[in-house]
């Protein structure tokens, strides 16, 4: 089955500058690849999302990029605020709509 | 509509006992999962369904689990006899097809 790593897993980063989460799969067959924030005691909820026929895409101040030859798909968070204070998961399903989630990274945002 | 709809929400009980977690799916979606939350192990993918049958249950921990899904609207996870290891956030989500993947509260499960 799919296996996806995670890293780091655990962030801290100074507000104002960029959180960058780096995600590994091994299904060569996956192409749907997701991003959730989980805020404490709260339910994972989708941020972003890209597919394999997409290198980059981008929503305000997220981005993630996927290079499906080395398999592997990075979060970006630029100008980080407090509120992006989460843990993050990365995942990656193919046509059978399993998710296969990662580790999680915790980030922290310093004020 | 509410979104995926979960209960308890919280739930203690002594070892030995059968546990039954409750899921309402969103109205129209087609794919269902049942995921298990802890320190340790992360987010662990249980079982999932999808128009009602079960797919893949390959997540489910030992035959003490068990999880049906009688029609588009509702399932249910149940831990029979339940273990103090079975402690964890017991989260429900729903899809349609390949799309995004709403998750339910979650069911904080301890066992004393």
């Known amino acids: 089955g799919e296996n996806v790593e995670q890293h780091p897993s655990t962030l801290s980063v100074q507000e104002g500058d960029s959180a960058v989460i780096k995600c590994t799969y091994s299904d060569s067959a996956s192409n749907y690849f997701p991003w959730y924030k989980q805020e404490l005691g709260k339910r994972p909820q989708l941020i972003i999302d890209?597919?394999?026929?997409?290198g980059e895409k981008k929503d305000q101040r997220i981005a993630v990029t996927l290079n499906k030859t080395a398999k592997h798909f990075s979060l970006h968070i630029t100008e980080t605020q407090p509120e992006d204070s989460a843990v993050y998961f990365c995942a990656a399903s193919r046509d059978d709509y399993k998710l296969s989630f990662g580790a999680g990274t915790t980030v922290t945002v310093r004020a | 509509d509410a979104g995926v709809i979960q209960s308890p929400r919280h739930e203690v009980t002594e070892m030995g006992q059968e546990v039954t977690l409750r899921c309402k799916p969103i109205?129209?979606?087609?794919?269902l999962f049942w995921y298990r939350q802890t320190m340790m192990r992360g987010l662990e993918l249980l079982i999932y369904f999808n128009n009602n049958v079960p797919i893949d249950d390959s997540g489910m921990p030992e035959d003490r689990f068990s999880a049906k899904m009688p029609n588009a609207s509702f399932s249910t996870l149940k831990i029979q006899p339940s273990e103090p290891r079975d402690s964890a956030v017991y989260f429900c989500?729903?899809?349609?097809?390949?799309?995004?993947?709403?998750f339910g509260q979650g069911t904080r499960l301890t066992v004393v």
């Open positions: 109205s129209g979606h087609n794919s």
């Open positions: 890209i597919r394999s026929n997409v």
């Open positions: 989500a729903s899809s349609l097809q390949h799309l995004e993947a709403f």
